[in-house]
C-alpha cells in the first residue's frame, strides 16, 4: 500500500532540531535592548500645546536613539521657500487645530543635495496641492518631495521615522 504525504508524515520525519533552527539564529545577547517606552498624558500635551500657542515653535516631545522622532509643532503665517525630500526618512503628519497646505510630488527642478540623504529643490512640475485640516492625518514616505505652507496658524504633530536609504 502506497503511503500519502501528510502533513504529519513530514513532522514525524523531521528532525526536530532542523526545525527549531530558524529559532536559535539570533543569540539572545545580539538582541538589542529596546528603548523604554514614552507614555504622553493628555495633561502633558495639552501643557506643550498651551506653551506653543504662546511661543509657536517646537516642542521635541521624544528622539529616540533607532531615528523615530516625535515633534508637536504651532507655526503662524509660514512659508516653506523649497521642496524637500529625503531619501531615509517618512513623516506622518496629524493636524490639531487650523489648517495647512502642502505642496506633494512631482519632478524637483533644479533640486540639490544639501546632506546626506536629504535634497532641496526651488520648483517642482506637477505637484499636487493639498489642504489638511484640524483631524486630517498626512503620510509622506521617503523620496516624496512635499512643501508646507500656513496662511494663519496650524498646531500638529510629526513623526518621523528615518531607516536605510533606498
Known amino acids: 500500500m ?9 513532522l514525524s520525519s523531521a528532525s526536530l532540531t532542523a526545525l527549531a533552527l530558524p529559532l536559535m539564529e539570533t543569540p539572545a545577547q545580539a538582541i538589542p535592548h529596546p528603548e523604554p517606552f514614552q507614555l504622553f498624558s493628555d495633561e502633558k500635551l495639552e501643557a ?5 500657542g504662546a511661543a509657536p515653535g517646537n516642542d521635541n516631545l521624544f528622539k529616540g536613539s533607532a531615528g523615530l522622532t516625535m515633534v508637536m509643532t504651532v507655526e503662524e503665517k509660514k512659508a516653506a521657500k523649497e521642496f524637500e ?3 531615509g526618512r517618512d513623516h506622518i503628519l496629524q493636524v490639531l487645530e487650523g489648517s495647512t497646505v502642502y505642496e506633494l510630488g512631482g519632478a524637483p ?10 535634497w532641496l529643490a526651488p520648483s ?3 505637484a499636487s496641492r ?5 483631524g486630517d492625518v498626512l503620510v509622506i514616505p521617503r523620496g516624496t518631495l512635499h512643501k508646507r505652507t ?7 504633530y510629526l513623526i518621523s521615522s ?4 533606498r
Open 2 to 10: 502506497a503511503m500519502t504525504s501528510t502533513r504529519r508524515s513530514f
Open 48 to 52: 506643550s500645546r498651551k506653551n506653543l
Open 85 to 87: 525630500w529625503h531619501e
Open 109 to 118: 527642478k533644479n533640486g540639490r543635495n544639501v546632506k546626506p540623504g536629504e
Open 124 to 126: 517642482a512640475d506637477g
Open 130 to 134: 493639498v489642504e489638511l485640516k484640524k
Open 150 to 156: 500656513t496662511a494663519d496658524k496650524v498646531t500638529f
Open 162 to 165: 528615518e531607516g536605510i536609504a
